[in-house]
């Protein structure tokens, strides 16, 4: 078989075949008698074996070694291939990520690219102080795609520069929020922390109703966090987790404070009481959690919270019955 219908068969050009021969790796069987390249179907084999071992990224030296060499071994070689397979749609990937996020902030002009370039370049910066400063500048000077905000926050690890972050997010709108909710199923407990935390920042209803949901999150940082947001939102459902912070010492002076802004009607200011009065009713609780019991019940305004106050002046525990008086007599002198 001649070179053109070699070619014409195989879809490889005679000038690569030519190309194959004058490195090694292909040698034509045999000549007519005009001097013409002439491939036999071992030779068409080989063809076909060398392009499908380029297919598999494997430079022309690489494929000549493990065509030739009877002791080549292809599975460091393919490890090797697997790896920068993978550095390399890592690269791709962040490449992707970056132009559309450029796009999203939609540049009229060139300067418009580079400004948004150097902000993100500055988001990923390893100083803390120009992450910092890239965040409060995105608000005011650089729109940058709230994507790439949610990015930083959920991976940043300064308290500063993650505050800065989560402030800079909150004035974007609400457009981070279903970002965030994903965040909330991340197998990294700090990337959920800090979902959550954003989600508490951002004061508006698509981020009040992820926050509800949260309250059933299987992690209980996540649970903790999402009432307190929902307790300055005044969310009645945030009552029980807030009543166990107390309870079990976790924040509960943010806790009390919180059930004490949800306690402005007397409906739930009598539910929030009952809660409260509950744990206090248990005599397997502890002294230290009763009186931080009877602490936030003194944060609940109502005559419910006063009855509760009234009995507990008479506790056996002479702390708990001070604390009880004393929070009487404020409310009798108001």
């Known amino acids: 078989m001649l070179i053109g219908e070699v070619a014409r068969r195989s879809g490889v050009s005679a000038r690569m075949l030519r190309h194959y021969e004058s490195l090694g790796l292909l040698r034509p069987t045999g000549r007519t ?11 068409i084999r080989r063809i076909f074996h060398i392009e499908s071992l380029r297919a598999l990224g494997l430079s022309l030296r690489e494929v000549g070694s493990a065509l030739d060499d009877p002791g080549f071994t292809p599975s460091a070689l393919i490890a090797d291939l697997v790896r920068q397979t993978r550095e390399r749609i890592t690269r791709e990937t962040a490449l992707l990520t970056r132009l559309r996020r450029i796009g999203a902030a939609e540049p009229t002009g060139w300067e418009d690219v580079l400004q948004t370039v150097a902000l993100l370049q500055a988001l990923g910066s390893e100083s803390a102080d120009r992450r910092q400063r890239a965040a409060l500048s995105s608000v005011d000077e650089v729109p940058v795609p709230v994507e790439a905000l949610v990015e930083a926050v959920l991976g940043e690890a300064d308290t500063n520069v993650a505050g800065a972050l989560r402030w800079a997010l909150a004035q974007s709108g609400d457009g981070g929020v279903p970002l965030l909710a994903e965040g909330l199923g991340s197998p990294v407990a700090e990337v959920r922390k800090r979902a959550v935390q954003s989600l508490a ?21 996540v649970r903790r966090c999402a009432a307190l947001a929902l307790g300055a939102r005044e969310v009645a459902d945030a009552v029980p987790t807030l009543i166990d912070m107390v309870v079990e010492e976790a924040n509960d002076v943010d806790a009390a404070e919180a059930l004490s802004a949800l306690a402005s009607g007397p409906a739930s200011a009598d539910r929030i009481t009952d809660g409260l009065v ?4 248990d005599g397997a609780v502890d002294a230290s959690t009763r009186l931080r019991l009877t602490q936030a019940l003194a944060e609940i305004p109502g005559a419910a919270a006063s009855r509760a106050l009234a009995d507990l002046s008479r506790d056996e525990d002479r702390t708990i019955a001070l604390t009880a008086a004393y929070v009487l007599k404020l409310r009798e002198a108001s």
């Open 201 to 221: 920042e951002i004061p508006y209803d698509e981020a009040t109703a992820v926050l509800r949901d949260a309250l059933a999150h299987a992690d209980l940082v």
């Open 33 to 43: 008698g005009g001097g013409y390249r002439e491939y036999a179907d071992e030779d």
């Open 278 to 281: 509950a744990f206090l009713a």
